[in-house]
Antibody, heavy 121, light 107 residues
Framework: EVQLVESGGGLVKPGGSLRLSCAAS????????MNWVRQAPGKGLEWVSS????????YYADSVKGRFTISRDNAKNSLYLQMNSLRAEDTAVYYC??????????????WGQGTLVTVSS | EIVMTQSPATLSVSPGERATLSCRAS??????LAWYQQKPGQAPRLLIY???TRATGIPARFSGSGSGTEFTLTISSLQSEDFAVYYC?????????FGQGTRLEIK
C-alpha cells in the first residue's frame, strides 16, 4: 500500500524557516517524480514544487521561487521542502504527492494527509 | 500560466441524479487534464487522468471527456459519498495549475 506521511509543520513567525518532510513507503520511491501541493485555509489547491526521480529536474511556482527548496533522499525514501523567508500567505496545509511518472510531474496519483504550516506573529 | 476555470462554483443535485462539472483552460492542454475529489478534512483523491481515463478503483459512474480547452466530469448517478469538492488540473505546461473547484452539494 502506498503511503505518504508528511511532518514538520507548525507555527512560525514571518521571515522564519521550516523544513517539511515526507516519508514514503509501499512503492519504489526512486522511480517516481515527487511534488508539494498546498492549500490555504478554505481555499483551492496550489502546486508548489516538483522534483524528478533522480533530482535532475526541479520546478517551483513563482510564488515560492528563491525562498523554497525541494530535495529528496532516495536512500531514505524521503522528500523534503525547505521553506525560508516565510510569509503570512504561505499559511496552508502542505501535501506531499506522487506523480505518475519518473521525470515529469504529470497528475498526482497518491497524496499524503498533509501538514499545516501557520505563519503568524 | 494556464488558467483553469471551473463552473459552476457550486452545483446542487439530488442523489441518484446526474451531475455535470465543467473545466475550461485558457489555452490548449491537449488531453493532459486530471480531476480530483476532495472531502472535508481529507487529501484530494485522483479520479480521472488523460481527460478520460479512470484512476484505479474509481467507480464507473465517474467519466471524463474533452480535449484542448474544454473538459467535463460527469457523475452518472450521484451517491451520498460523491458530495464533495472537485478540482481539475492541467499537466501540459509549467506551472501545473488547478481550477478553483466546484462544490457538489446535496439538493
Amino acid at each position: 500500500e502506498v503511503q505518504l506521511v508528511e511532518s514538520g509543520g507548525g507555527l512560525v513567525k514571518p521571515g522564519g524557516s521550516l523544513r517539511l518532510s515526507c516519508a514514503a513507503s509501499g512503492f519504489t520511491f526512486s522511480s517516481y517524480s515527487m511534488n508539494w501541493v498546498r492549500q490555504a485555509p478554505g481555499k483551492g489547491l496550489e502546486w508548489v514544487s516538483s522534483i524528478s526521480s533522480s533530482s535532475s529536474y526541479i520546478y517551483y511556482a513563482d510564488s515560492v521561487k528563491g525562498r523554497f527548496t525541494i530535495s529528496r533522499d532516495n536512500a531514505k525514501n524521503s522528500l523534503y521542502l525547505q521553506m525560508n523567508s516565510l510569509r503570512a500567505e504561505d499559511t496552508a496545509v502542505y501535501y506531499c504527492a506522487r506523480a505518475a511518472s519518473p521525470e515529469v510531474a504529470t497528475f498526482f496519483d497518491y497524496w499524503g494527509q498533509g501538514t499545516l504550516v501557520t505563519v503568524s506573529s | 500560466e494556464i488558467v483553469m476555470t471551473q463552473s459552476p462554483a457550486t452545483l446542487s443535485v439530488s442523489p441518484g441524479e446526474r451531475a455535470t462539472l465543467s473545466c475550461r483552460a485558457s489555452q490548449s492542454v491537449s488531453s493532459n487534464l486530471a480531476w480530483y475529489q476532495q472531502k472535508p478534512g481529507q487529501a484530494p483523491r485522483l479520479l480521472i487522468y488523460g481527460a478520460s481515463t479512470r484512476a484505479t478503483g474509481i467507480p464507473a459512474r465517474f467519466s471524463g471527456s474533452g480535449s484542448g480547452t474544454e473538459f467535463t466530469l460527469t457523475i452518472s448517478s450521484l451517491q451520498s459519498e460523491d458530495f464533495a469538492v472537485y478540482y481539475c488540473q492541467q499537466y501540459n505546461n509549467w506551472p501545473r495549475t488547478f481550477g478553483q473547484g466546484t462544490r457538489l452539494e446535496i439538493k
